[in-house]
């Protein structure tokens, strides 16, 4: 059974890879990168929710010292972005450029923001979390995958 931090890397690998699917198509739109975007857009924003709703949610109470708080709550900033970003999205015509301005800024962040989360979140939950609960967190975050609805 994979630890929560091996099944986030694994969401990060394969998000990153359909970015790069995306990218690859141009810029002409077309009905395969239209469906492209919608699928990154939603296991973007389960892969979100269901950190938040196990990993963070954990670690905002275990993290008392001020440089691991402060890489907690950066990251749900980045999550709150991601989220403005997607709203915005959700409401552009996939046909026009402002849809592909907001979806290279989605993709900017995100990767920005994967960098982060594994360089200093994933430290601080090694450190602050028993390898049982990174083993029971992962569990959970498969189930809470399933559970978001977008
Ligand atoms: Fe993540
Ligand atoms: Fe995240």
Do not use: C, N, W
Request: glycine share 2%; net charge negative.
């Amino acid at each position: 059974m994979a630890d929560v931090l091996t099944r986030i890397r694994r969401d990060h690998v394969r998000v990153k890879e359909l970015f790069k699917e995306f990218d690859g198509f141009g810029p002409q739109a077309s009905a395969t990168r239209i469906k492209l975007a919608r699928r990154i857009i939603e296991q973007l924003a389960v892969h979100d929710r269901a950190e938040e709703a196990t990993l963070y949610r954990l670690l905002r109470s275990r993290a008392a010292e001020r440089e691991a708080r402060l890489a907690v709550l950066e990251a749900l900033e980045q999550h709150a972005l991601a989220d403005e970003l997607i709203r915005k999205l959700l409401s552009t015509d996939p046909m026009e450029d402002e849809f592909d301005a907001k979806f290279t800024i989605l993709e900017q962040s995100v990767e920005q923001h994967i960098k982060e989360e594994e360089a200093r979140v994933h430290p601080v939950a090694r450190m602050l979390l028993r390898p049982e609960e990174l083993d029971d967190l992962g569990a959970r975050f498969e189930e809470a995958k399933k559970q978001v609805a977008v």
